[in-house]
């Protein structure tokens, strides 16, 4: 295997080139004659995939107009989770091969959806967007039909339909159907697997199609339809006028094995004035292949200067006729895939949030004839600069969240990252010209959440706090003091102690309203004496006067024994939430200085 070392270099990989599909029918719906001749030996073809390995995957789920679809039943191997009122899901353990991992998505009212990836170290993030069951026409059996959508996509069917238990249908069927175009970004959520195929003679093969068609029959109670055994369907794909000058004649037909995840040829569909035209012997998905090209599996890392590994990081590749596919960085600046073998590629890497709209790097690299690993030290970028998020969050009762997420929104941009034991941790690169965020934790096994809440980026690293994802907790105020770490909820105002090895640290917050607020931090010995007169604020700020202007200003103070820079992330109005993050130093009368940091997440009362 090869491996570079670059200043900030690439990565590619495949999840999807352009493509294809005819959609069908679900995992239960008969086994055709025509399936069961293929010549294709699954058991050896799976050799391809490596050894057994565990995984763990975090998914989003969403249909066409990008809103989360909860309720769906995801699987991969035997494990199974279902997706939260997010969108989201978590698998781990997942039964995955080392160059081959397979996800499955089902609900009701959608086309059967899935993801294939080369599975990763870490976290294994996908998306998957899925086609509802829209009606696109109605026939019946015993009668001929073509049904077509507005641009042209059409399936035409002989009128012999069987059951899922293979006898014969008699009645109704309506048809659903979809066509997507592959100079569609969203066609890469929507297609099924990823372009990796068996051809003929059992070879693996990255595919490029021409256009995408999803089909599915159902009977006048709903029930899966198939076409009879000896019938058959003809399918025409229009293409987009940016592809024609490259569509060939003939090209080869292949349908998409539900059951293992990958391609399979069978057949071929010809050039028919702008539109490819094909016959097909069963409903599944298929595609329209020009290219059956040889592929290696490409291994990117990407970090800061400092060796930090950088998550969502975007890498961009597109190779020729193949077109262009993208992907994100996990927790450890890794992301990994097949990608064609002896081409040239153009990559282009993009910040955590894309925050100049332009790539931070561009590079030509390959050809590539050879597994291969690339290490890319991102360069620095005025739009853009290195931040560590780090925190820890607690189930109702006070426990590590073993199994949940956390959202992070900024500069208009959400990604998803993992709790990890409790922890979280990761380095981003963020927008210079916003210094707010917010975030939100989720417990995946309760469905309980911290609900959102604004912070201010305190480079180069903000402290997220010891936060509790429980909906019973909506105001709290968390902070840590050299080593110790406090989270304490409460109602309308905070008044709280809290006891560490060597002080009593006391933190109070007055009324929200419009004229502003106050808070202040004291540290009183074991007595309970303060260090300072009781009625000195010892270090805090007072916000006066609350408007647009100030609402996200810093506030300074500088007092003894505290130093603290503060920042108002949001004020909503009456009801509404004040978040407030703070950081700087503690002088103990012994002359030692603690670091602090924390959040006050709170309701305006008046």
């Known amino acids: 295997m090869n491996s570079i070392k670059r200043l900030l270099n690439p990565i590619a990989f ?35 995939f490596g050894n057994d390995i565990l995984r763990t995957f975090l998914g989003t789920v969403v249909d066409t107009n990008d809103n989360p679809i909860d309720n769906a039943m995801i699987s991969i191997g035997n494990k199974t989770a279902i997706t939260d009122s997010n969108g989201v899901f978590i698998i781990e353990d997942a039964p995955v091969n080392q160059r081959f991992g397979y996800v499955k998505a089902e609900k009701a009212g959608f086309i059967h959806a899935s993801r294939a990836v080369v599975p990763s170290n870490g976290t294994n993030k996908v998306r998957i967007m899925m086609l509802a069951e829209t009606i696109a026409g109605s026939t019946s059996s015993g009668t001929q039909e073509t049904i077509a959508l507005a ?54 093969r990255m595919l490029q199609t021409f256009g995408m068609l999803a089909v599915e029959l159902r009977g006048s109670a709903g029930e899966d339809l198939n076409i009879a055994e000896g019938s058959t369907a003809e399918i025409r794909m229009p293409l987009d006028a940016s592809l024609m000058s490259n569509a060939p004649a003939t090209i080869p037909l292949w349908y998409f094995d539900e059951v293992n995840g990958y391609w399979i040829e069978d ?3 010809t050039l028919v004035g702008s539109e490819y035209v094909g016959t097909v012997s069963h409903f599944s998905f298929w595609t329209c292949s020009v290219y059956q090209i040889e592929h290696s599996i490409l291994t990117i890392y990407i970090e800061d200067e400092n060796q930090n590994p950088l998550e969502n990081i975007k890498v961009s590749l597109e190779s020729g006729n193949l077109g262009l596919s993208s992907s994100y960085t996990n927790e450890n600046g890794m992301v990994s895939g097949f990608i064609p073998s002896n081409q040239s590629i153009d990559m282009n890497i993009f910040s955590s ?19 291969t690993t690339l290490n890319i030290t991102a360069p620095n970028n005025p739009n853009s600069v290195t931040e560590e998020l780090a925190g820890s969050f607690n189930t109702c009762n006070g426990n590590s969240i073993e199994n949940g997420y956390v959202f992070i929104t900024h500069s208009g941009k959400i990604f998803t990252s993992t709790i990890q ?34 912070y201010a980026f305190t480079s180069p690293s903000t402290y997220l706090g010891n936060l509790s994802s429980c909906n019973d907790i909506d105001e709290f105020v968390s902070f840590k003091l050299g080593d110790d770490i406090a989270f304490i909820p409460h109602g309308d105002s905070f008044w709280i102690d809290y006891s560490s090895s060597w002080d009593e640290l006391s933190f109070n917050s007055g009324g929200l309203n419009d004229d502003g607020f106050a808070f202040s931090l004291k540290i009183r010995n ?10 000195e604020t010892l270090g805090g700020f007072v916000v006066e006067g609350i408007n647009d202007t100030y609402s996200n200003g810093n506030f300074y103070i500088s007092s003894v024994p505290f130093e603290l820079e503060s920042y108002v992330s949001t004020y909503g109005n009456l009801g509404e939430y004040v978040d407030v993050t703070f950081s700087g130093n503690y002088t103990s009368p012994e002359g030692t200085i603690y670091p602090i940091h924390g959040i006050i997440h709170g309701k305006r009362d008046q």
């Open 353 to 371: 949030f894309n925050c100049e709209g332009n790539s931070i790097y561009y590079e030509s690299i390959g050809p590539f004839s050879t597994n």
């Open 267 to 269: 057949g071929q569909a």
């Open 421 to 454: 034991n409790g922890n979280f941790n990761t380095s981003i690169l963020r927008c210079t010209n916003n210094d707010v965020f917010k975030i939100e934790a989720i417990d995946y096994n309760s469905f309980n959440t911290t609900g959102e809440i604004y």
């Open 151 to 204: 641009n042209g996509a059409s399936v035409a069917l002989e009128g012999a339909y069987i059951k899922a238990d293979g006898s014969s249908y008699s009645g109704n069927v309506n048809v659903i159907m979809h066509h997507l175009d592959p100079a569609d970004d969203n066609m890469r959520d929507q297609m099924p697997g990823m372009l990796y195929a068996a051809n003929a003679q059992n070879e693996e």
């Open 14 to 48: 495949l999840s999807v080139f352009a493509l294809v599909i005819i959609s069908c029918d679900k995992d239960d719906s008969p086994t055709t004659p025509q399936e069961q001749n293929q010549d294709h030996n699954a058991a050896a073809f799976a050799e391809n």
């Open 526 to 535: 074991a007595s309970g004496e303060d260090y300072h007169p009781s009625n």
